[in-house]
């Protein structure tokens, strides 16, 4: 029998979740599964990877086989690192205490880059807002200025409000973009 690591999709239309499992090569994409290891769900940035690392190096030992998007996610989690090292404890290369430093030492490192990644999605969220309000709130002033004076200048300021409406757009579609 043949096994493969693979995803299993759940959720909505629009809204995929995934269950990576153990599954027969055979069995349909969403069918029967030897073993749940893990979820993933893309819904969110960074996407959030919840994977039992222990259990698919015992798969991978065993000589199951992880589809593509599967093998990345793995790769992304450690366990094909945690793979490699069981195999380099196994041929007597290393041993079980420097496996587990490595392994330790690289989940730290990928720690940092993920929590860095995070800091740098909010603080890119908040001056997009900060951005925004700082565009509106000069619509805003040009707004009320315009309306106070019935002079000539009545006139100018109309076009700088066009001017700064325009602006707020371009900043809001920027957001938007983002």
Same mark, same amino acid.
Do not use: C
């Given at each position: 029998?043949?096994?493969?690591?693979?995803?299993? /999709? $759940?959720?909505?239309?629009? &809204?995929?979740?995934?269950?990576?499992?153990?599954?027969?090569?055979?069995?349909? /994409?969403?069918?029967?599964?030897? #073993? &749940?290891?893990?979820?993933?769900?893309?819904?969110?940035?960074? !996407?959030?990877?919840?994977?039992? @690392?222990?259990?698919?190096?015992?798969?991978?030992?065993?000589?199951?086989?992880?589809?593509?998007?599967?093998?990345?996610?793995?790769?992304?989690?450690?366990?094909?690192?945690?793979? $490699?090292? @069981?195999?380099?404890?196994?041929?007597?290369?290393?041993?079980? *205490?420097?496996?587990?430093?490595?392994?330790? @030492?690289?989940?730290?490192?990928?720690? =940092?880059?993920?929590?860095?990644?995070?800091?740098?999605?909010?603080?890119?969220?908040?001056?997009?807002?900060?951005?925004?309000?700082?565009?509106?709130?000069?619509?805003?002033?040009? /707004?009320? =200025?315009? !309306?106070?004076?019935?002079?000539?200048?009545?006139?100018?300021?109309?076009? *700088?409000? #066009?001017?700064?409406?325009?602006?707020?757009?371009?900043?809001?579609?920027?957001?938007?973009?983002?």
């Amino acid at each position: 029998m043949s096994v493969k690591i693979r995803l299993q /999709r $759940h959720g909505k239309k629009g &809204k995929p979740f995934y269950w990576i499992v153990a599954a027969d090569a055979r069995a349909k /994409r969403d069918g029967k599964y030897l #073993e &749940k290891i893990g979820t993933y769900n893309p819904n969110v940035n960074p !996407a959030i990877i919840d994977l039992n @690392v222990d259990k698919a190096v015992e798969w991978l030992q065993n000589g199951a086989q992880p589809t593509d998007t599967a093998k990345n996610i793995l790769s992304y989690k450690g366990a094909m690192l945690k793979n $490699h090292l @069981v195999g380099g404890v196994r041929k007597g290369a290393l041993t079980q *205490e420097q496996a587990d430093a490595k392994f330790t @030492v690289w989940l730290e490192e990928k720690n =940092a880059k993920i929590s860095a990644k995070e800091e740098g999605l909010t603080k890119a969220e908040a001056d997009a807002k900060a951005k925004a309000f700082a565009a509106e709130k000069a619509v805003n002033e040009a /707004r009320i =200025a315009a !309306a106070t004076p019935e002079t000539e200048e009545a006139g100018d300021a109309s076009d *700088e409000v #066009e001017a700064l409406e325009v602006a707020a757009e371009e900043g809001a579609e920027d957001k938007a973009a983002e």
